[in-house]
């Protein structure tokens, strides 16, 4: 499995932005595929994924601002940021793994920078 990230930049608090995660490598279908984030000093926390079938799951500093969704077409996965905030600012992983499994395979990370 390779997965891409990028979309990450500067922006302002309240600003927007997306995230984009392109899968490849197996069958898309199969994976769950999530975002993750790290801040400076802290450790690496989970931020939302999505099954192939619609669910979601989110962290609850990030519901009702962030969303996840999938383009199963594409293998991409997707993060719209809204509403941002100096304390959303880190990079961001994208991540997949099969059912059942621990997440196992990463991209390379994007940097979201929120300016207060």
């Known amino acids: 499995v390779q997965l891409q990230a990028s979309g990450g930049g500067l922006v302002q608090a309240g600003g927007s932005l997306r995230l984009s995660c392109a899968f490849s490598?197996?069958?898309?279908?199969?994976?769950?595929v999530g975002w993750f984030r790290q801040a400076p000093g802290k450790e690496r926390e989970f931020v939302a994924d999505?099954?192939?079938?619609?669910?979601?799951n989110y962290a609850d500093s990030v519901k009702g601002r962030f969303t996840i969704s999938r383009d199963n077409a594409k293998n991409t996965v997707y993060l719209q940021m809204s509403s941002l905030k100096f304390a959303d600012t880190a990079v961001y992983y994208c991540?997949?793994?099969?059912?059942?499994?621990?997440?196992?395979?990463w991209g390379q990370g994007t940097q979201v920078t929120v300016s207060s």
């Open positions: 490598g197996r069958t898309f279908s199969n994976y769950i």
């Open positions: 991540a997949a793994k099969l059912i059942g499994r621990e997440y196992n395979y």
């Open positions: 999505r099954y192939y079938g619609g669910s979601t």
